[in-house]
């Protein structure tokens, strides 16, 4: 897999940086919202990707642990400008995120309240479901060549809306599309293996346990950022007894209402537990996994299209991601486009999109400054 253009590697650093570093502020709405976002700036606006690259990449991330569109950001870096790329675009979307959250944390810590983005949201949602939804497009273009595929996308689309887990439908879309293409009858088991990681109880926050569990839910966690609930509530509510569901909920929230990874809910944990050592240690050990996978993982994705057998599980994966962002951009459809103004921003978004060139960073702001106007005239209108 190679960048589209090559100029200097320090002008490609620059480069990642300030797209990354952007995205890492108004990448609101979820991993299927980051990487349409990211679609629109490294495919679309720059060229530095294909499609069908971008879609490998999808279809291979979401096969790894750790929070997926953070792995994308790494893995465009790496594409665009090696390992210093990987780490580049990597931090530059993690930072900003991870700077929003510890403020918000810091103000939870010091008034007892957490600061909502209700009305900054009720605008950014409809827009970031209709640049889910053009990149969806796009993407359906290059990865559904044909009706097999277009099979196994709706297929995975509608298991996962009845609860299937998401690894499994992505390793059967990949066992289908590669057994039917190949002719082969040949069995081969695919299964997640997992090593938990032991963490010793502690009565009070111990930097080096926060660390370990942390650690442990970067290595380990599959699937949507939104399973990191139920994961951190079995280590720090149930076993350690660190923090109550309200305080987990709060953090939970606060990652929701705010820009970048999900996982930067792990700043907001770290420092409620421990201050601005605790938010640090547990954000590096959140995040750590994900370069050391991607790192691994880089070069050969490089060489999967290239062979059959390979080439036909990777087409299976992408066409069951595809399925799966269908199903996640349908929920956030419903929960984002609820009145005339949401439908109205949605629809003036997705024409944006189509027949002009706006950018996402304009779009998004739009979307937010409608929101705050909405909100305002809303309260104007309930005063008595």
């Known amino acids: 897999m190679r960048a589209v253009t090559e100029p200097s590697r320090a002008a490609s650093l620059r480069e990642l940086?300030?797209?990354?570093?952007?995205?890492?502020?108004?990448?609101?709405?979820?991993?299927?919202?980051?990487?349409?976002?990211?679609?629109?700036?490294?495919?679309?606006?720059?060229?530095?990707?294909?499609?069908?690259?971008?879609v490998d990449l999808v279809g291979v991330t979401n096969l790894i642990p750790g929070p997926n569109s953070t792995e994308m950001a790494m893995h465009v870096g790496r594409v665009r400008a090696g390992g210093a790329g990987l780490v580049v675009a990597g931090l530059a979307f993690i930072l900003p995120a991870a700077a929003i959250v510890l403020a918000l944390a810091w103000a939870y810590v010091t008034y007892g309240a957490t600061p909502a983005g209700e009305a900054i949201l009720y605008g950014v949602k409809p827009v970031v479901v209709a640049i889910v939804a053009a990149a969806l497009l796009a993407f359906a273009r290059t990865a559904l060549a044909g009706p097999l595929r277009v099979a196994v996308a709706l297929g995975a689309a509608l298991l996962w809306l009845v609860g299937v887990n998401e690894i499994v439908l992505l390793l059967g879309g990949a066992a289908v599309v590669a057994a039917i293409r190949l002719g082969t009858g040949h069995p081969w088991a695919m299964a997640g293996v997992t090593l938990p990681l032991a963490v010793a109880a502690a009565t009070s926050v111990n930097l080096v346990t926060l660390a370990a569990v942390f650690l442990k839910a970067g290595a380990l966690l599959y699937g949507s950022g939104y399973v990191l609930l139920a994961f951190l509530r079995g280590d720090l509510v149930d076993r350690l007894g660190w923090l109550t569901d309200a305080q987990l909920l709060d953090a939970v929230a606060i990652g929701q209402v705010t820009p970048g990874p999900l996982f930067t809910t792990a700043t907001f944990v770290g420092y409620v537990l421990a201050g601005l050592p605790g938010a640090l240690i547990a954000t590096i050990a959140i995040f750590a996994p994900a370069f050391v996978f991607v790192a691994l993982l880089g070069p050969i994705v490089d060489r999967l299209r290239d062979r059959p057998l390979t080439g036909a599980l990777l087409d299976g994966v992408n066409a069951a991601a595809i399925g799966l962002m269908a199903a996640v951009s349908v929920q956030l459809g419903i929960s984002a486009v609820r009145d005339l103004v949401t439908a109205g921003l949605f629809v003036l978004s997705a024409a944006a999109l189509v027949w002009g060139r706006v950018s996402s960073l304009a779009l998004v702001a739009i979307g937010a400054v409608s929101g705050m106007l909405a909100a305002g005239v809303g309260s104007a209108l309930t005063v008595p």
């Open 17 to 54: 940086l300030a797209v990354f570093g952007t995205l890492g502020v108004i990448g609101f709405g979820g991993p299927a919202a980051h990487i349409a976002l990211m679609r629109r700036e490294v495919v679309e606006r720059r060229g530095w990707l294909t499609d069908q690259q971008m």
